[in-house]
Structures are given as C-alpha cells and as structure tokens.
C-alpha cells in the first residue's frame, strides 16, 4: 500500500515563478490536508478538504491555492513563489472529516524559493 | 484560538533514564493525537486519546489525557537510542473536528 504520496519531494523555484504540489492517497480517505512545516516549528494546516467537492482555509493560506481534484488527490499551487514559502510541506489524509482517526502523511516535498 | 503548548522542546537523555513530555492546550478537546518524526522524515502516529482519563501504552512509551486540566503526558520509561526523535502533540478542536493543531515538537536525543 503506498499511502500517500507526494510529488515533487524536492523543488527550487525562484521568486516568482509558480508550480503546484500533487499529493495522492489510496485509503479511500474523505479528508485531506496540506501542512507546511518550518524549522523548529510544528505544523500549520495551509488548507483542507473536508471531503470531495470542498475546500476551506486553514492557519496560514495567503500565497496558496488548493484544488480537491477528486476523492484520492489534493493539489497545493503557489501562483507567485516568495523566499518566505520555503517550507517543507506535508500532505495529510484522515478517514472522515470529524471522525477521530489519526492522520497519515505523506513523505513531504522540500521547497526552497530563491 | 486554540494553542498547543510542549515542553520541554529540547530534551537530552541518559539511555535507562525515565521523563516525561507534557502537552498543554488552550480549549476544550477530547481529541489529542502524539505523533513521531524522524530526521528528515514524515510523521507517524503513535497514540490516539479520545477522552478524558484515556492511557495508552507502547514499549517504552505511555501517553495520558487528562481533559479537565488540558494536559496530556507521554512519558518515556528506561530510554533507549532508538527513541530518539521528534515528538508531536495534536488535538483538534470541539467545534472544528478535522483540523488538527499542532505543538511545536519536543526533540528527544538519548545519549549512551
């Protein structure tokens, strides 16, 4: 079973230019989630979906769009990368939006904006 | 606004030695979840607290909830190298079950 999976796991942007995180899932999950995680620091929820079909913002979602393509993936985009969203970004899935099931995470994808 | 508080962040331990890691949050849950992270790594989950009074154990690890004092506790018995990591609480709030908000992680480092 892969989980979920991320692309890319690593990527340099410079500043300015866009390019979007594909995360996957196979656990027939309903929600799905994009952390970002920078050094010493927990993680801050970007976005999330609570199931297929809706989207809502989470902590800290200036500078990012999301896209729920279907029940299994979940798009983060960065339209115009700035050097503060170098981060380590996590994607995350859990069974039902409210249910009290732990969440899976993705591998995470390294993003350094120059 | 719910806020998730750790600490210590930093701890640096004796192999054999015992301590415990201690989570305070801000609002009402009976929701908090511990999560471990390796160097470099992903998270994985390693305790699920759904009420109050709630203890689970795994090896050398043991995770509490206590609800009314908005504090859960993974205490860590006779240390090992392997157990070292980063270690993560999350607890979701009441009224927005789902999102989960993290603390900012306590770095475990078990010395020989």
């Known amino acids: 079973n892969a989980g979920v999976t991320q692309t890319p796991k690593f990527q340099v942007l410079k500043t300015g230019q866009s390019m979007t995180l594909q995360c996957a899932q196979d656990?027939?999950?309903?929600?799905m989630y994009w952390y970002r995680q920078d050094p010493g620091m927990g993680l801050r929820l970007i976005y999330y979906?609570?199931?297929?079909?809706?989207?809502d913002k989470g902590e800290v979602p200036n500078g990012y769009n999301v896209s729920r393509l279907n029940k299994r993936e979940f798009s983060l985009r960065l339209e115009s990368a700035a050097p503060s969203q170098t981060s380590v970004y996590f994607c995350?899935?859990?069974?039902?939006?409210?249910?009290?099931?732990?969440?899976?995470f993705g591998e995470g994808s390294r993003l350094t904006v120059l | 606004e719910l806020k998730v508080e750790q600490n210590p962040l930093f701890l640096s331990m004796q192999e054999g030695k015992n301590y415990t890691i201690y989570c305070n949050y801000s609002?009402?849950?009976?929701?908090l979840y511990w999560y471990r992270q390796d160097p470099g790594k992903s998270l994985e989950s390693l305790f699920v607290?759904?009420?109050?009074?709630a203890v689970k154990q795994e090896g050398r690890l043991m995770a509490s909830l206590d609800t009314k004092a908005r504090l859960s506790t993974l205490h860590i018995t006779a240390a090992v190298h392997d157990l070292s990591a980063t270690y993560f609480c999350?607890?979701?709030?009441?009224?927005?079950?789902?999102?989960?908000?993290f603390g900012d992680g306590t770095t475990l480092t078990v010395k020989p």
């Open positions: 995350a899935s859990r069974w039902r939006f409210g249910n009290f099931g732990e969440l899976f």
């Open positions: 656990m027939n999950h309903n929600s």
């Open positions: 979906s609570a199931s297929e079909g809706t989207t």
């Open positions: 609002t009402t849950s009976d929701r």
């Open positions: 607290l759904l009420s109050n009074g």
């Open positions: 999350a607890v979701d709030m009441d009224t927005n079950a789902g999102k989960s908000t």
